[in-house]
Each structure stands twice: as structure tokens, then as C-alpha cells.
């Protein structure tokens, strides 16, 4: 069961305008969520995280949005640039262990 | 001066073989992992491990093994391997509470063929 949905496999935008890359989940235990970024033939690396105590966190130009009661995240990107192509994974830990669970992916492509 | 190293990159090997994938990390990071991604892009849990203790097991097939001879190490074992087990595979370590998310190698593209 995936406790944790991207709907879109990709988003493609044009450079200096904002991406918006969405994320869903399913259990109400989870307390914590993270967005991983992967270059191809690389591992996931960290980018930005959010508490459930919490409805927004910003850093740089990636801010994450929380809504707790429609079990959905965001990461917005603005100004979106070339370099910011990748596949973008969320992810969501909480209950009873610090398993992370992570959804499919969303390759952002970010045109000059 | 990587921090989270696996080893090989690339592993192709025939049906019925068994292998092993290397993982290391040098952050002092208390727990490490294993994740599958399969066809379908879903990076999946497979096994942690938290200072030598299985903490998490996936229903993996037990073909599948994971090896902690140290906190820094956590190395994955598979027995007679299918067709279906050709995905890529990531280690990955963090701290116990894991605050600032976890810290992935770069992933051992395993074929069988």
C-alpha cells in the first residue's frame, strides 16, 4: 500500500517561473516529511523538511507547504531554474518507528 | 570522503547467483538502510539496522539478508537471485531520529539475467 502518492510523474515549467510539486499520504501518523531531490545515477539527497507542527518551511528559493487535515504537501520552487531538473521524491516518517516512506517521484523539468 | 559509499555501481549476474552489495558510511550515523526501487520508481524499505539490531523487516523475500559487522556498515546478501530481484538498490544511513532526513549512496544497479 502506498501511504505516500505523487500524482504527477512529471511537471515541466519554464525557467524563472514556479514549480509546484505535490504529495499526498495516507497515515495520520506521520509527524514528519522531507523532499529528496535525485540527479540520474545518483542516490536521493535531502532538500527540505517540515514538522506536522508546522504548515510552511522555507529555504531559499524551496519552500514546503503542510496542510495537515487534507494530508498534503507541496514544494514550491520560484525562481525554477535549469539545474533544479530532477526527479523530486517525498517522503513521510512517524509512528511507531522512523521508517520512511516515499513516494514514486516527480521529474521536474525546468526549460532555459 | 563520501558519505554514504556502496559498492559495485553496477552488479549483472545470472539467475540462481548469489551476491552481495557493500555499504559504508562515515557520518556516525547511528541507523542505516536498505531500499529497493523498483520498475515502477517506488523506493521501498527493505531492512534497517540501529547499532547491530534489525529494527525493521519488510516482508522481503529471506533470500534476502542483511550483514551489520559494524555500526558502519550494513551490507545486503541476496541467495538465488530471480529476474525480479534487477532493481536498483540504495543504502542509506541518518540518525536515529532522523531530523535532517537521510543520507543515500548512490545506488547499485543490480541486473539478472
Known amino acids: 500500500d502506498q501511504q505516500v502518492k505523487q500524482n504527477s510523474p512529471s511537471l515541466s515549467v519554464q525557467e524563472g517561473r514556479i514549480s509546484i510539486l505535490n504529495c499526498d499520504y495516507t497515515?495520520?501518523?506521520?509527524?514528519?516529511f522531507l523532499w529528496y531531490k535525485k540527479y540520474p545515477a545518483e542516490g536521493p539527497t535531502f532538500l527540505i523538511s517540515?514538522?506536522?507542527?508546522?504548515d510552511k518551511n522555507e529555504d531559499g528559493r524551496f519552500t514546503v507547504f503542510l496542510n495537515k487535515s487534507a494530508k498534503h504537501l507541496s514544494l514550491h520552487i520560484v525562481p525554477s531554474q535549469p539545474g533544479d531538473s530532477a526527479v523530486y521524491f517525498c517522503a513521510a516518517s512517524g509512528g511507531s518507528n522512523n521508517d520512511m516512506r516515499f513516494g514514486a517521484g516527480t521529474r521536474l523539468t525546468v526549460k532555459p | 570522503d563520501t558519505a554514504v559509499s556502496q559498492t559495485p555501481k553496477y552488479l549483472v549476474t545470472q539467475m540462481g547467483n548469489d551476491k552481495s552489495i557493500k555499504c559504508e558510511q562515515n557520518?556516525?550515523?547511528?541507523?542505516m538502510y536498505w531500499y529497493k526501487q523498483d520498475s515502477k520508481k517506488f523506493l521501498k524499505i527493505m531492512f534497517s539496522?540501529?547499532?547491530?539490531?534489525?529494527?525493521i523487516n519488510e516482508t522481503v523475500p529471506n533470500r534476502f539478508s542483511p550483514k551489520s559487522p559494524d555500526k558502519a556498515h550494513l551490507n545486503l546478501h541476496i541467495n538465488s537471485l530471480e529476474l525480479g530481484d534487477s532493481a536498483v538498490y540504495f543504502c542509506a544511513s541518518s540518525r536515529l531520529e532522523g531530523v535532517s532526513g537521510y543520507t543515500f549512496g548512490s545506488g547499485t544497479r543490480l541486473t539478472v539475467v
Open positions: 497515515n495520520s501518523m506521520f509527524d514528519y
Open positions: 517540515i514538522s506536522s507542527i508546522k
Open positions: 539496522y540501529n547499532n547491530k539490531e534489525l529494527i
Open positions: 557520518l556516525g550515523h547511528d541507523t
